[in-house]
């Protein structure tokens, strides 16, 4: 699965190292607690959604949310999206400052299961200097500012919300979306992607060491719960929904020392993959949160774009 390494970086765009600022905000964890392996069945069902979206973690990450000056961001937008169903997301609007290096591409951007958005601000920094593109990082209910409890019906709600306030702003309803998650967010992207193909404007997808489903990872995170992941309806079954997709190419980065969800989800993702384009990377020292500062991700996402998405 693996391909030959892309050529050496522009000094322009060999920012890896941006990244590495944001490593000590992402250290948070997929499933909120190993305790978990000594609940009872009753608590798994009825507490899961506390332990698959940790939004408390770290212990600040609902009031306190990084903004894009703390990172040097100058051009950006603060935003507050209504979703159908009552709840206000917090999202962040960031534009290339470097107006002659623009192209006509949206990356919307979903985060992992802990944090907030400002814990990703440096990583969509270097996107927008990468790339040339608008990104959209959206802020899930009940995480960081955002109102509402998580779940993953409520989730999926925000993920359109997101996608359908880049059709409709003038700024970004003619450009190329490309859809970006990591983890959790991974997730989100394939469901995301998989129920707007038709649409047209979505032009790719990046997954980065996501799971094929909570009921799969949770035998492999704690192996004495593995008996009650059946109790799991927290499902985030990626394993079923991306061979839907058939013609918008995706983007598989895969740390290999990933502590937290096995690189075999990832391999399985791809295998099971039937998009007409699907490229394989791997990083070999990515851990669950930090593959993105690992030598080559960023790289490997600019060839990625440049030779599948912006075409």
Same mark, same amino acid.
């Given at each position: 699965?693996?391909?030959?390494?892309?050529?050496?970086?522009?000094? /322009?765009?060999?920012?890896?190292?941006?990244?590495?600022?944001?490593?000590?905000?992402?250290?948070?964890?997929?499933?909120?607690?190993?305790?978990?392996?000594?609940?009872?069945?009753?608590?798994?069902?009825?507490? /899961?959604?506390?332990?698959?979206?940790?939004?408390?973690?770290?212990?600040?990450?609902?009031?306190?949310?990084?903004?894009?000056?703390?990172?040097?961001?100058?051009?950006?937008?603060?935003?507050?999206?209504?979703?159908?169903?009552?709840?206000?997301?917090?999202?962040?609007?960031?534009?290339?400052?470097?107006?002659?290096?623009?192209?006509?591409?949206?990356?919307?951007?979903?985060?992992?299961?802990?944090?907030?958005?400002?814990?990703?601000?440096?990583?969509?920094?270097?996107?927008?200097?990468?790339?040339?593109?608008?990104?959209?990082?959206?802020? =899930?209910?009940?995480?960081?500012?955002?109102?509402?409890?998580?779940?993953?019906?409520?989730?999926?709600?925000?993920? /359109?919300?997101?996608?359908?306030?880049?059709?409709?702003?003038?700024?970004?309803?003619?450009?190329?979306?490309?859809?970006?998650? /990591?983890?959790?967010?991974?997730?989100?992207?394939?469901?995301?992607?998989?129920?707007?193909?038709?649409?047209?404007?979505?032009?790719?997808?990046?997954?980065?060491?996501?799971?094929?489903?909570?009921?799969?990872?949770?035998?492999?995170?704690?192996?004495?719960?593995?008996?009650?992941?059946?109790?799991?309806?927290?499902?985030?079954?990626?394993?079923?929904?991306?061979?839907?997709?058939?013609?918008?190419?995706?983007?598989?980065?895969?740390?290999?020392?990933?502590?937290?969800?096995?690189?075999?989800?990832?391999?399985?993702? =791809?295998?099971?993959?039937?998009?007409?384009?699907?490229?394989?990377?791997?990083?070999?020292?990515?851990?669950?949160?930090?593959?993105?500062?690992?030598?080559?991700?960023?790289?490997?996402?600019?060839?990625?774009?440049?030779?599948?998405?912006?075409?």
């Amino acid at each position: 699965m693996s391909e030959s390494p892309p050529p050496p970086p522009s000094p /322009q765009w060999s920012l890896a190292s941006l990244a590495g600022n944001a490593v000590q905000f992402l250290r948070l964890p997929v499933i909120a607690s190993s305790g978990l392996a000594a609940l009872a069945s009753g608590l798994l069902y009825f507490k /899961q959604n506390e332990l698959i979206y940790p939004r408390n973690v770290p212990a600040d990450a609902r009031t306190n949310v990084p903004k894009p000056p703390q990172f040097g961001v100058t051009d950006f937008e603060d935003l507050q999206l209504p979703t159908p169903d009552g709840e206000s997301l917090n999202a962040l609007f960031i534009r290339p400052e470097n107006k002659r290096r623009t192209h006509a591409l949206t990356v919307l951007m979903f985060h992992g299961n802990a944090g907030n958005i400002g814990h990703r601000i440096p990583i969509a920094k270097v996107l927008v200097e990468i790339l040339g593109c608008n990104v959209l990082m959206l802020e =899930y209910r009940g995480y960081g500012l955002s109102t509402g409890s998580p779940d993953e019906n409520g989730l999926n709600i925000d993920a /359109q919300t997101g996608l359908d306030y880049i059709r409709h702003r003038p700024e970004t309803r003619d450009t190329k979306i490309l859809v970006y998650g /990591q983890s959790l967010g991974g997730a989100v992207a394939i469901n995301l992607v998989a129920k707007n193909e038709k649409h047209g404007d979505i032009a790719g997808l990046i997954v980065e060491n996501t799971f094929l489903g909570i009921r799969k990872l949770i035998p492999s995170v704690l192996p004495p719960a593995r008996y009650l992941a059946r109790l799991c309806h927290q499902q985030w079954a990626s394993e079923d929904v991306i061979p839907k997709i058939e013609n918008v190419p995706i983007l598989f980065l895969s740390g290999l020392k990933d502590e937290l969800v096995p690189p075999s989800h990832m391999s399985e993702l =791809y295998a099971r993959c039937k998009s007409t384009t699907k490229v394989w990377r791997e990083l070999p020292n990515g851990g669950h949160n930090d593959t993105v500062a690992e030598p080559n991700y960023f790289e490997y996402i600019h060839c990625f774009v440049m030779e599948h998405v912006l075409d």
